[in-house]
């Protein structure tokens, strides 16, 4: 019965963490800021929603005109080349929706297309050497000399990939901003 009362101790305590602003933040908000703020961050600007909710439960209501006004111009800090290039090679493709309409999207979007790239060339690389990690291992446990010239095999492949992926990636990093 223990563990039954200390999870309902831990649901407000998780479902808090949910919430967009507290209430404390919701009764100084300076609207204007929080739309700057979340739009220089890439926020979508459809986050004033969960800023109403939550802060309605304040009692307090978002001035909506301040947050657009502010969102407008944080947006337009965010959507470079620069921030498209970071996005894509942290690998937020979803960023590009928020950009879209926006005067930097064309730029955003080459680079974040860009970024994209490097990204999956990462991810290949990584995946190369866990998987050549693994074979290594096999190896040095096999007793069978015809399973050893297979992983053998496979293990030059491996490496012949991974050459061809660093020059790749060193290619692709010479499209950044």
């Known amino acids: 019965m223990k563990k039954h009362n200390a999870l ?7 479902l808090a963490g949910c919430e967009s602003m507290s209430v404390s933040e919701c009764k100084v908000a300076d609207w204007g800021r929080v739309g700057f703020a979340d739009g220089s961050r890439g926020d979508e600007e ?3 929603a969960a800023y109403t909710e939550d802060c309605g439960k304040a009692g307090v209501v978002p001035n909506a005109k301040l947050y657009r006004y502010g969102w407008d111009q944080g947006i ?3 959507c470079t080349p620069a921030n498209g290039w970071r996005e894509g090679t942290e690998g937020h493709a979803s960023k590009a929706s928020v950009c879209q309409g926006q005067a930097g999207f064309v730029g955003f979007s080459r680079y974040l297309e860009a970024g994209l790239q ?3 060339t990462q991810e290949q690389m990584h995946h190369n050497a866990s998987e050549s990690e693994r074979l290594q291992k096999r190896l040095e446990e096999s ?9 053998r095999a496979d293990l030059r492949q491996l490496d012949r990939d991974q050459v061809r992926l660093r020059k790749r990636m060193t290619e692709q990093t010479l499209l950044g901003p």
């Not at 309902?8 to 998780?14: F, T």
């Not at 007793?143 to 992983?151: I, P, R, S």
């Open 118 to 120: 490097v990204h999956k």
């Open 8 to 14: 309902l101790l831990l649901i407000p305590i998780l």
């Open 46 to 48: 459809r986050r004033i």
């Open 143 to 151: 007793k069978n000399d015809d399973e050893k010239k297979d992983l």
């Open 76 to 78: 337009v800090q965010f």
